[in-house]
């Protein structure tokens, strides 16, 4: 019983921390003023190559620390190059951001699946890596350093963002870009920072998704909607570091359980959860998507989004 | 040259040169740009991972799709082709209206969902599958409608939530309540139609299989007709002209007494049923099964009517070409050595086209800018420039 508790926990935070980091990521660049639909795409991205440098550098035999380290630059740096894409054209060229967003994705996992099946020498999108360095083992339960980064990307945000200049002017750039940029505030380079902000995370929590809860990764099924869910914390967190953190933890409790409550419950409760009694992961896969149309439902009214996201900014527009 | 260029100008008839400049014609012109520019892209990739095949490979896959296969391929390019073209139509129709339906994926599978359990389940006749596949998809678009319209909810994110609701709940239905009609000896995709209801397979006319391929059913014929269908009535309708209008401008069409929420919703439900009615014709000419324990990817055909309707420029005419273009790359990608270049790159390429067509939209803006600036360099007063510049620009 304590085992299964055990995992169902670590898979929890492991869901936890990895939406968290992505969510936060998003909420940079909608306070800038600037959707980012693209999330999930920038996470195959910069995931992909993560796991390449990983499985490279293991092969070369470094030690494991500066594997880690490595890892984990390469993703941020392929995320927020990623994120450029959508940054020049939605900044200089107010391009929908919707439909750059989608194409986005769609250009994100048909490059990754080309480039994974011609590395593979088997031409197979599947990638293995070994994800000994990333954990500290601790008894029954694994810590990954994930976690440690996922709580400092937590304090570092809050503080930036409600504490300090370049956060009052990141918001105001989100919430009307014409008086910030009165009060002499540069919203193109606000809104560049934002969005490559959101694409640097969105790599980093593709690892912080990938690594600790398997051993391969399917370039094909990406990172399966993470991206997407990452959104509906965004939504959930009302654009608030701590309410986001809030939020993935409730949303990542939904996830756990969908891949371990067969286990979970036979061993809590003696109970068989199949597909005989009408139970599925499916099931549990649904309810954070459920809950949070639910909420949009009833809080859209009086939204506490930022006022200017998803619409150009213009000079000299009023 | 530029000499015969013009001459050649001058010897057309008046209403040739006009089409040529209206912005129509400026569309098409982007359009085609932004396929050249996409797959100049994707052949330099190519060169990249292949120089000494990639001039055999590409030409393999913008042709492969009718030299390799034949007829047969002919015939699996219009039957990928239909479902695409039906998606594209749906998300043009919704975006008229200023709305994105980025929900078309779970319309799509609701659609898919409607037609296989009718046909499977219910063993019907397949007018009534396609059928409810257009009412599962309508009333799954309404949903974003509705929340748009009563709750203020935008309609990309309850789409995006909705996607993915669809998705769970249908692979939910199939491995419980309907897990009659999944075959778990083919890794639990739904069982074959036409083994279980032959009647439920969409007409093929007689047509050999042989020698057109099995996929090819009179799906791109229903396709096309509802392409035109969309255009005439989006184009020659009263009511086309007030969708187009709440589209322009919400608050004007409202002064001027068009009920803005209503139609929002019939628009919407319009969408929904034109992409149920794609999946419908995907699933039910066989091209494949649907795969009931795949829970971590939406399926590739709406997203891929989304890149339709960009491609198009928003035009349902145009849509019919961008779906066959895509189709032919996608069945040529396969008849590329796999080894050296995955069939994804089809996917690349038309990625790429998306994006820069994500920038035509833009870039058209600029087009009655140009018009003046040269209209102004003709007459000599180059001052007046930087108020046409300041006109176009401050309009919205």
Redesign the interface.
């Known amino acids: 019983m304590g085992a299964q508790l055990a995992i169902f926990f670590s898979y929890i935070f492991i869901f936890a921390v990895a939406l968290m980091i992505v969510a936060i990521g998003g909420m940079f660049s909608e306070r800038s003023g600037i959707v980012n639909i693209g999330l999930e795409g920038t996470m195959v991205f910069g995931g992909f190559f993560g796991l390449l440098t990983l499985t490279g550098l293991y092969s070369i035999g470094l030690h494991p620390a500066l594997i880690v380290m490595l890892t984990i630059l390469v993703a941020i740096i392929a995320g927020a190059a990623y994120s450029l894409l959508l940054a020049t054209v939605a900044i200089h060229l107010n391009a929908d951001q919707t439909l750059i967003g989608t194409a986005m994705n769609l250009l994100a996992t048909a490059t990754v699946v080309v480039l994974a099946k011609r590395i593979s020498p088997y031409a197979t999108d599947t990638i293995e890596f070994l994800k000994d360095a990333f954990i500290i083992p601790l008894g029954k339960f694994d810590i990954n350093i994930f976690l440690f980064l996922g709580i400092i990307i937590l304090i570092v945000s809050w503080f930036a963002l409600f504490k300090t200049r370049f956060g009052l002017r990141l918001r105001a750039c989100g919430e009307n870009p014409q008086s910030a940029a009165s009060a002499g505030i540069n919203v193109f380079k606000f809104r560049y920072i934002g969005v490559i902000i959101s694409g640097a995370l969105a790599g980093l929590g593709a690892l912080a998704y990938i690594i600790p809860s398997s051993s391969s990764w399917n370039a094909s099924s990406g990172v399966a909607g993470f991206g997407f869910l990452a959104l509906a914390v965004l939504i959930f967190g009302a654009w608030k570091p701590v309410r986001i953190a809030g939020a993935a933890l409730f949303f990542s409790f939904f996830m756990a359980l969908s891949f371990c409550y067969f286990d979970l419950f036979y061993a809590l409760f003696g109970v068989e959860l199949s597909k005989n009694v009408g139970v599925t992961s499916e099931l549990f896969k649904m309810i954070p998507y459920i809950l949070s149309l639910v909420l949009l439902a009833f809080t859209s009214r009086k939204s506490r989004a930022p006022k200017a996201e998803g619409q150009p900014y213009e000079r000299g527009q009023r | 040259m530029e000499m015969n260029m013009k001459d050649f100008m001058k010897s057309l008839p008046n209403r040739t040169k006009k089409a040529l400049i209206s912005n129509g014609a400026y569309k098409a012109y982007s359009s085609i740009a932004c396929v050249l520019i996409g797959l100049l892209i994707g052949f330099l990739?190519m060169v990249c991972?292949s120089p000494a095949d990639a001039f055999y490979d590409f030409g393999m896959m913008i042709t492969g799709g009718l030299k390799y296969y034949e007829l047969e391929g002919f015939g699996n390019i219009l039957a990928t082709m239909a479902p695409l073209l039906c998606c594209g139509v749906g998300v043009i129709f919704a975006y008229k209206t200023g709305i994105?339906n980025?929900g078309a994926a779970g319309q799509y599978v609701l659609g898919s969902f409607g037609a296989l359990v009718f046909a499977l389940q219910f063993k019907q006749h397949w007018t009534i599958c396609i059928l409810m596949a257009m009412i599962f998809g309508a009333l799954w678009a309404c949903i974003p409608a509705l929340?748009k319209v009563f709750?203020?909810?935008?309609e990309?994110?309850?789409g995006?939530?909705?996607?993915?609701?669809a998705l769970?709940?249908v692979?939910?239905s199939y491995?419980?309540?309907l897990?009659d009609i999944v075959d778990p000896a083919n890794s639990f995709k739904t069982k074959v139609v036409s083994a279980i209801s032959p009647s439920s397979v969409l007409p093929n006319f007689g047509a050999d299989p042989n020698v057109i391929g099995n996929t090819f059913t009179c799906a791109f014929l229903i396709a096309i007709l509802i392409a035109v269908v969309a255009f005439i009535l989006m184009e020659k309708t009263t009511f086309g002209y007030q969708l187009k209008a709440s589209g322009y401008n919400r608050h004007a069409t409202k002064y001027a007494g068009i009920n803005a929420k209503k139609n929002a919703i019939i628009t919407m439900a319009i969408s929904g049923a034109i992409i149920g009615l794609g999946a419908a014709l995907y699933y039910l000419a066989g091209v494949e099964e649907w795969s009931a324990q795949?829970?971590?990817?939406?399926p590739q055909v709406p997203?891929n009517g989304?890149?339709v309707a960009?491609i198009a420029q928003l035009n349902p005419i145009g849509a019919i070409f961008a779906s066959g273009f895509l189709s032919l790359i996608s069945v040529g990608s396969t008849a590329t050595s796999?080894?050296?270049f995955?069939k994804?790159?089809s996917?690349?390429i038309?990625?790429?086209i998306?994006?820069l067509s994500?920038?035509t939209?833009?870039?058209l803006r600029f087009i009655p800018w140009i018009k003046a600036k040269l209209k102004k360099k003709k007459e000599g007063e180059p001052k007046e420039m930087a108020l046409s510049v300041?006109g176009s620009?401050?309009g919205k």
């Open positions: 990739i991972l994105f980025i929340l709750c203020n909810v935008n990309v994110i309850s995006i939530m909705l996607n993915w609701i769970f709940f692979n939910y491995q419980t309540y897990s795949i829970s971590t990817s939406l997203w989304i890149i960009f796999q080894s050296v995955p994804e790159i996917d690349l038309t990625a790429v998306v994006y994500g920038l939209a833009v870039t300041n620009k401050g």
